[in-house]
């Protein structure tokens, strides 16, 4: 072997041997980076192996309550005072909570009960069971507890709301529910001039 | 001590120095458009669903809204998938013999959830959250497209960095009433601009620490 080839070798040697490692370890750590776009962070209702039903999101132990969600009021969690459904409201209605109740209504009861609440929704147009009208009498006496009771125990085949709608908005869907069985049977003389002006306008 | 090179090897090697440039910089800028397309990120690909659910029928063929399924939009920074619970309400009385449905009744009566493929999944170290944009005015249209029309939901934005920053320089030019964020026929006005200079004022949106690293790295 001549000098010049040991020097062409060597070189060839330390520096291929240097490169090399260093674009491995470069490989290594993009790489690596890549872990940090899914890490052990769980994000809610992800997959997860360390429970036998491979949820991660779990259920409150029966008898539990969780932090924050514990009420005192059998009014406002139950519909009922001293175990009888109840024909009071377990706050002020203002405009605000009759709007909320107005667009909850709009979103979870339309779909069956219709808009008016005559119970000729959508779904029930295409073959759920029909229920029947929030503006017969026997509905209209019904106390405010009643409504109230149904979303969250669910009636006959109608199932319950309780996981989607939370105890305050389920209170103002039934005061727009009153509101609703009052705009069919008002008077028009008990109207403002205003209101009745616009509702003129708007029949004909 | 003889020449290793030969003087002519002087072009050769300039030119090469040149070509590996050229190649590189194409290699480069091929990558960059691939990882920013549509193929590389998913965009407009339906993805498969264990169960065919289709919002096109649910939402557009039968008016059920957004919110009736996906109930925590508004008020938590994920929008919530609907438990079986909620399918069920229907399904206990619809289509109940559909072989297609019976993923679901099966999920009911075992109690096992079901499983869905995600299609939006932002890296575990960018931050997001819904109720904000929903509060201040970012319609679901924005973001998702036309959800509305879509047999099985798929991307219509990357949800990379870059259309996020997008919108938070100039939320104006997306920005419309709260009222009208669940509304997919909602046209624009022609001065949106002017419009939604006033909205992003009446909403207080914090336009100046928006494009802030820690916002979306916390």
Redesign the interface.
């Known amino acids: 072997m001549t000098?010049?080839d040991r020097l062409?070798k060597d070189c060839f040697n330390r520096h291929a041997l240097r490169s090399a490692l260093a674009m491995f370890i470069c490989i290594g750590l993009i790489t690596g980076c890549n872990d940090?776009?899914?890490?052990s962070?769980i994000?809610?209702?992800e997959?997860n192996s360390f429970f036998t039903?491979?949820?991660s999101?779990r259920i409150a132990p029966e008898g539990t309550v969780a932090r924050g969600r514990a009420v005192n009021d059998d009014l406002l969690s139950t519909g009922r005072v001293n175990g009888r459904l109840a024909d009071t409201f377990p706050f002020t209605i203002t405009d605000s909570v009759m709007a909320r109740g107005r667009d909850r209504f709009?979103?979870?009861c339309t779909?069956c009960h219709g808009r008016l609440g005559d119970g000729g929704g959508?779904?029930v147009q295409?073959?759920?069971?029909r229920p029947n009208s929030f503006h017969t009498d026997s509905l209209r006496e019904r106390p405010a507890g009643y409504f109230f009771d149904v979303m969250t125990n669910g009636f006959g085949?109608?199932?319950?709301?309780a996981?989607?709608v939370p105890v305050e908005d389920r209170w103002a869907i039934v005061a727009y529910i009153r509101a609703l069985q009052l705009s069919q049977r008002a008077e028009a003389s008990t109207l403002s001039n205003e209101d009745r002006t616009k509702l003129f306008r708007l029949a004909q | 001590m003889a020449q290793i090179f030969h003087p002519s090897m002087r072009v050769i090697s300039r030119a090469s120095i040149i070509v590996v440039f050229l190649l590189v910089g194409f290699v480069g800028w091929v990558s960059w458009d691939m990882y920013r397309s549509g193929y590389f990120t998913d965009v407009n690909v339906p993805k498969e669903q264990p169960i065919p659910f289709s919002h096109e029928h649910h939402v557009n063929g039968l008016g059920i809204s957004c919110g009736y399924c996906h109930t925590s939009v508004e008020k938590s920074a994920f929008a919530g998938i609907p438990p079986t619970h909620t399918c069920m309400t229907c399904h206990s009385q619809i289509w109940t013999g559909a072989p297609m449905l019976e993923p679901v009744r099966a999920s009911y009566r075992t109690q096992r959830p079901l499983e869905w493929n995600r299609v939006h999944d932002l890296p575990d170290f960018a931050y997001f959250n819904h109720s904000i944009h929903v509060k201040k005015g970012m319609s679901c249209q924005v973001c998702h497209g036309n959800v509305n029309m879509m047999p099985l939901v798929w991307k219509q934005s990357t949800l990379q960095m870059a259309w996020c920053l997008d919108c938070h320089r100039q939320p104006e030019k997306f920005i419309r009433p709260v009222e009208e964020i669940y509304n997919f026929e909602y046209r624009p006005p022609q001065d949106q601009i002017a419009f939604g200079k006033e909205l992003v004022k009446k909403y207080d949106v914090k336009t100046k620490q928006l494009t802030d690293c820690s916002i979306c790295h916390r």
């Open positions: 000098k010049t062409v940090m776009y899914d890490s962070r994000k809610p209702l997959k039903d491979g949820s999101a709009t979103t979870f779909p959508m779904i295409r073959g759920f069971p085949r109608m199932y319950s709301y996981p989607s």
